[in-house]
Every structure is written in C-alpha cells, then in structure tokens.
C-alpha cells in the first residue's frame, strides 16, 4: 500500500490540474460593439469592473463610427452584441431574420437631461433662433436612416412644416458632422448633452431645444444580438445582459443619480476615459464624460411604443418594409417591457 499512495497522489494531483484547466477555459469570449460616446459607458464600466468576467465572459470591444456597420457586422457574426439606435440597415437585418433587439439602453427620462438641438453660429445669426425656423434649412446626420435623421424628422413633424423641408445631409461619421456643424457647412443636428455642452463653450454652436420637447419618452438606443444568439446561445445572451445591467446601474449611480463616493465616480470616470474623449488628457475629459449623462434604462427596459414609431417612421420613408412587424424586432423573451 504504501508504494501505491505516490501514484494516488499523482492521479489525484493529475485529475486537479485537469479541473482547473478546464476552468480556465470555460470563459467564452463574445465581442461588443462600441460607439466612443459616454452613452456606451455600461459595457466598458462592467468590463472594468469584472462583471463580464463574473459571467466567465471574456470581452473585446470593436469600435465604430455609426451605427448601420454595428447592425451588419452582429448579422455577420464579426460583433457579438451591440448598443446603439435602430437604424434601417437594423430593421432591415431584423426582416431577414438576422438580429433580433433584447433591450432597451439610453432613453429620454422625465427631469433628467436629454439630447439637444443645435445650430450653427452662422444659422443662428442668419435667425434660426428656434427650431420652428429650420425650415428650408440643412440638419446633419451621419447615414440616412440614422437616429439623427428620425430626430430631424420628429421636430419637423412637430413644427407643422414638411419634412422635405428639412435637407437632410449624410456625412457618415459623427466626428464629420462636428467639424460641419462648427464650420456652418451644416445648420443643425441634434445629440447627447455632454457633446452638445463641449460644442456649445467654443461660440461657434448654439442650442436651439431639446429633443424630448418633440418625443415622447424616446428610446434612443437598444441592446441587440444576432438571431443565432438568440435561438443557440441563450444562457450567454442572459449572461451578458446579467453584466451588462450592473454596468448600467453603475454608470447611472455615478454618472446621473451622482449617488457615489467622488473616488469612486473618478476611478469609474478613468475606465470611460479609455474609449470616451480618450485622444484627451483625463483633466480635460472627465468634466465632459459626467456633463450631462443620459439615463440608460435600468435592468435594460425598453420602451416599445418608442421602437414601434421609430418603426413606423421608417417605414413612412419607404427605407423599411410595410410588411415588417414588431415581434420580428424584438425579442420579448428578453426584453423588459415599460
């Protein structure tokens, strides 16, 4: 017996190590998309956090410049899961049976700081003192069919003139409209408080409203997978949205409730900082990061009448099929319904 015991001991050191490697490679890993606004800070917040690793999640975040090559890059499988508006190449994708949205993110809340409407200096001066008069004026956005065109739209709609009124003129990247917007190539475009206060400090934008004077409780962004996640990888889908909801709670405590230790806010301000404003020393970005945050809905609610008149909206400007329902957007099994 006793020259058995070093080959028992071996086996069951063995057997161990075997475990333990096995363990190590049960984290699967899933790719985000990312947009390098502040609104996207509940999936960097819950990397940095270890909530994605706590649903033995490995991440890597994929960044983009607009939303339409976030949809196709999760139907492709390129991108695992993506926060960002609904879009038509999104709605289009979810028609194919593609994409599917699981959850609702950034959202117009009552008494909470919402998206702006903004105009260039020169539009301003010119009399476009509110967005009654931006009729016959030019509204930047960064694809047609994008959030911003909706929102263009939605004021128009509003102001009682025709949406043909309003030149809608796509420069596809966000950092583009920026540069139009200041220079005056561009009379207005609308978006999140933190990047409408940073353009408004210069003198060369001014703010003209807010968006949520033309919405009703609009559901800005959404939470989407592919439609092979969904139906294939379903604990992993609820594992994401596990983590990603205390991301979410972490970022609105911090960032909107202001309900954290001030280190607290900083360290989590410092993780932001790595995607958001990050071509900017942290002094000059952290103010810009918490100015104004938007609330994401907490446990990932969505709200559907939102999604379904952006849904109608679409399909009113022929980009959508008139055939294409809700229940082939979003999946209600997910899905948290306000």
Known sequence: MLQRRPLLKATALSLVLSLNAMAA????????????????????????????????????F???????????AIASGDVD???????????NLAEKDVVRIIGGALTEAPGIDGQKILVSQAAYDAGVTSPAKLKGRSF????????????????????????????IKPLQKVPAVIAALKSGQIDAWSIVPNIAAGLT?????????????YIDGYQVTTIFTSKKNVTERRPLVKRFLTAFEQGVDTYNAALVQKSLPEAETDAIVGMVHQYVYSDQPIDKAAP???????????????????????????????????????EQVVDTSFVKIK
């Open 288 to 326: 810009r990061i918490k100015a104004g945050a938007m609330l994401v809905s907490p446990q990932g609610e969505l709200n559907l009448a939102s999604v379904k008149d952006q849904l109608a909206w679409f399909q009113s400007e022929g980009m959508v099929s008139k055939d294409l329902k809700i």
């Open 81 to 91: 899961f993506g926060v960002t508006a609904v879009s038509a190449s999104l709605l």
């Open 62 to 72: 994929v960044v983009f410049q607009a939303a339409q090559p976030m949809a196709v």
């Open 140 to 167: 930047g956005v960064t694809t047609a069919g994008s959030s911003f065109h909706y929102m263009a739209h939605k004021i128009a709609d509003k102001e009682g003139f025709a949406r043909s009124d309003l030149s």
């Open 25 to 60: 490679h049960a984290q699967d890993s899933i790719k985000i998309g990312l947009l390098r606004l502040a609104s996207h800070s509940p999936s960097i917040i819950a990397e940095g956090k270890g909530y994605f690793a706590k649903q033995d999640l490995k991440v890597e």
């Open 201 to 213: 400090k210069g003198g060369e934008v001014k703010v003209l409203g807010n968006v949520s004077d």
